[in-house]
């Protein structure tokens, strides 16, 4: 069976640190990857989505970066975070041959930046 | 301009009643319309997925009804169970945009023992 490792569960981060996520899905070959943020009643915002290794989609112009190094591995990465950069990071993946197919979602890693 | 709309305010039912949630979008013509379970702290989990063409969709006690001419989702729990209080968001597949789900905000559900 699928499952996605994303880690770490929780981090806190001066300003102006650098910051690297990482999710990695099992049981499964060339998925869709994307990372989403979730913030208070704001909903899910798509960040960045990948249909293939190196391929990277932005979303939402920021100071984030993700890069997808193999087919299996996606990083979210910052060079140096902003306060607003806070907020609840979700990495999800769903099978890559058809639209619309549900996305199964990591656990998150919940972010604040003091 | 397009939105998707679910039921803002929390949702209070008692054990063993139907729970109904909502999900309205106005100017989409979704091929398909998901819905997700969400814990606190954990990430959204998939439970039913309903296409355009289909009226009703069922699993064990969920159900989902898709109304294209009333551009409206209903996701029903019957029987439902104090271990059924979480967060339900509705997400909409519409092939013209881009090929992305589009997410309501969520409804939260309050199922009282």
């Known amino acids: 069976s699928q499952t996605i490792h994303q880690w770490p569960a929780t981090l806190v981060q001066p300003v102006g640190s650098p910051l690297s996520l990482e999710c990695t899905v099992e049981?499964?070959?060339?998925?869709?990857l994307y990372w989403y943020r979730q913030a208070a009643g704001r909903g899910l915002q798509l960040l960045f989505y990948?249909?293939?290794?190196?391929?990277i989609s932005s979303e939402v112009p920021q100071n984030l970066s993700a890069s997808r190094p193999q087919d299996r591995q996606f990083i979210l990465s910052s060079k140096k975070l902003l306060l607003s950069d806070s907020g609840f990071y979700l990495c999800?993946?769903?099978?890559?041959?058809?639209?619309?197919?549900?996305?199964?979602f990591g656990n998150g890693t919940r972010l604040t930046v003091t | 301009s397009q939105k998707i709309e679910q039921n803002s305010e929390a949702l209070n039912i008692q054990e063993g009643k139907t729970a109904t949630l909502t999900c309205n979008y106005t100017?989409?013509?979704?091929?398909?319309l998901q819905w997700y379970r969400q814990d606190p702290g954990r990430g959204p989990v998939f439970l039913l997925l309903?296409?355009?063409n289909e009226k009703e969709k069922r699993k064990e006690r969920l159900k989902v009804t898709f109304d294209t001419t009333l551009k409206q989702s209903l996701f029903h729990i019957t029987a439902s169970q104090p271990a059924d209080s979480a967060t339900y968001l509705c997400?909409?597949?519409?092939?013209?945009?881009?090929?992305?789900?589009?997410w309501g905000l969520g409804t939260s559900l309050a199922v009282n023992p």
């Open positions: 309903i296409r355009e």
């Open positions: 990948s249909v293939g290794i190196g391929q």
């Open positions: 100017n989409y013509s979704p091929a398909y």
């Open positions: 049981g499964t070959s060339n998925p869709n």
């Open positions: 997400a909409l597949y519409n092939a013209g945009n881009n090929r992305k789900l589009i």
């Open positions: 999800a993946w769903s099978p890559g041959h058809a639209g619309g197919s549900p996305l199964h």
